[in-house]
T-cell receptor, first 108, second 116 residues
Framework: GQNIDQPTEMTATEGAIVQINCTYQTSGFNGLFWYQQHAGEAPTFLSYNVLDGLEEKGRFSSFLSRSKGYSYLLLKELQMKDSASYLC?????????FGKGTMLLVSP | DTGVSQNPRHKITKRGQNVTFRCDPISEHNRLYWYRQTLGQGPEFLTYFQNEAQLEKSRLLSDRFSAERPKGSFSTLEIQRTEQGDSAMYLCASSLAGGLAKNIQYFGAGTRLSVL
């Protein structure tokens, strides 16, 4: 299986940096995806990692350590619109296994 | 391209009735996925197609659920004899087939099912 663990909730202040951690089981692992989901809306793709290391995309970065079964999503210069659920998903050959999501609340 | 489209957006039905949802993927995508999401949970994989072939189904998928993609374009998900436990958001996603970069899944806005 590919059980995914991530914190249920996090809070942060506008303009700050926040790191959302994710651990997963490594059997059958092919890659790690991050999605953002606002309440009542579709998940939207943020980033993915296949190899160890950091992938940077504007204010969002994602890190992967395959040996440790660990990833994190880093959000910089937080904005109020970043308040959302952040979903970590492990990829097998073609399907995704999602965690329960981390609800991030950004306050002024 | 307007992205992945799902209809209807909301469906309210009585227990025991059958319901059918439709998904239109991004036009050049040959893979199509169905997920179910309940409050406070991440999307749970149900099944996926590559072109018209249904390649994988979740072991958790009840035999009351059936999905089709007859011409490799749009797909339908039918739930027979609905139960209150079927109440959820049903999400559709599509992607290209190939390496991981092509396999990025793009989601529709979902169909919210309420079974009374």
């Amino acid at each position: 299986g590919q059980n995914i663990d991530q914190p249920t909730e996090m809070t942060a202040t506008e303009g700050a940096i926040v790191q959302i951690n994710c651990t997963y089981q490594t059997s059958g692992f092919n890659g790690l995806f991050w999605y953002q989901q606002h309440a009542g809306e579709a998940p939207t793709f943020l980033s993915y990692n296949v190899l160890d290391g950091l992938e940077e995309k504007g204010r969002f970065s994602s890190f992967l350590s395959r040996s440790k079964g660990y990833s994190y999503l880093l959000l910089k210069e937080l904005q109020m619109k970043d308040s959302a659920s952040y979903l970590c998903a492990s990829s097998g050959y073609s399907t995704l296994t999602f965690g329960k999501g981390t609800m991030l609340l950004v306050s002024p | 391209d307007t992205g992945v489209s799902q209809n209807p957006r909301h469906k309210i039905t009585k227990r025991g009735q059958n319901v059918t949802f439709r998904c239109d993927p991004i036009s050049e995508h040959n893979r199509l996925y169905w997920y179910r999401q309940t409050l406070g949970q991440g999307p749970e994989f149900l099944t996926y197609f590559q072109n018209e072939a249904q390649l994988e189904k979740s072991r958790l998928l009840s035999d009351r659920f059936s999905a089709e993609r007859p011409k490799g374009s749009f797909s339908t998900l039918e739930i027979q004899r609905t139960e209150q436990g079927d109440s959820a958001m049903y999400l559709c996603a599509s992607s290209l087939a190939g390496g991981l970069a092509k396999n990025i899944q793009y989601f529709g806005a979902g169909t919210r099912l309420s079974v009374l």
